[in-house]
């Protein structure tokens, strides 16, 4: 399935790959910097468990989002099209794509809409796991460190990694699903492909906007974990 969706996907734009590499080397970044801005030079050290926890989230999140609605068309003459419907009403996987997987029908105002709600349980589930990994993972280093050098405390409290996740998912269902359908069906067919017969161009044009898209997401989830208090120092 994986090896089909990346053939659907390369079939509705070309450079695909080319911006699948650019999406997570930019996700890392901006995660980072993002942290860096957030937290100040002195405090990366101290909470560094959640810089890498961030980052390991915001790679998996990121590029999951990216997948889920990026623009496809039909590879093997229609099989495939009956996958992307809600409500048996076939979609696009892109709300603002020009056609339907077929690349001849285009989708009714109904079926755009109905494109930007299907991607929601998919990228909730999505955020969780994002988190699972990211968090999850950090949480067991910082035991695992506990552990082996019991001296050692940690400046962070533990972070609940349940509540995480199920502020992951809400924020790439609703806030990351329609930055990348905006990003992948608006601003990068009708701007940045075209110049896509100019390489360089191309690609500096694709990683100045992923750059941007990148960095607000990244600020905004910050933002939203700290406002929540899913993130915090102890006293």
């Known amino acids: 399935p994986i090896v089909r969706g990346y053939r659907q996907r390369v079939a509705a734009d070309s450079s695909f790959a080319k911006k699948s ?26 909470q560094l468990d959640f810089v890498v926890a961030g980052i390991l989230t915001a ?30 009403v076939p979609i696009p996987t892109n709300s603002f794509q020009k056609t339907l997987m077929d690349g001849i029908t285009r989708p009714s105002l109904t079926q755009r809409c109905l494109s930007l709600i299907a991607p929601i349980p998919s990228l909730f589930q999505a955020g969780l796991i994002a988190s699972a990994i990211g968090y999850g993972s950090v949480d067991c280093l910082i ?7 019991p001296s050692y405390e940690a400046a962070t409290q533990n972070v609940n990694v349940l509540y995480v996740g199920i502020y992951t998912g809400v924020f790439m269902a609703v806030v990351s699903n329609l930055r990348y359908q905006l990003l992948q069906g608006v601003v990068e067919p009708n701007f940045v492909d075209r110049v896509r017969h100019i390489p360089w ?18 600020v905004l989830a910050i933002m939203g974990m700290r406002k929540l208090g899913l993130q915090k120092l102890k006293s």
């Open 21 to 46: 590499a650019i999406e997570v080397l930019v996700a890392a970044g901006t995660q980072l910097s993002a942290e860096w801005n957030r937290r100040g030079t002195e405090q990366m050290i101290p």
């Open 59 to 88: 790679i998996a999140g990121k590029y999951y989002s990216m997948w889920r609605v990026a623009p496809t068309l039909d590879d093997q003459g229609g099989e495939s099209e009956s996958k992307y419907q809600i409500f048996g």
């Open 143 to 149: 035991r695992l460190r506990s552990w082996l050098i």
């Open 201 to 218: 161009l191309h690609s500096l044009l694709t990683a100045f906007v992923r750059l941007g898209n990148g960095f607000l997401a990244s």
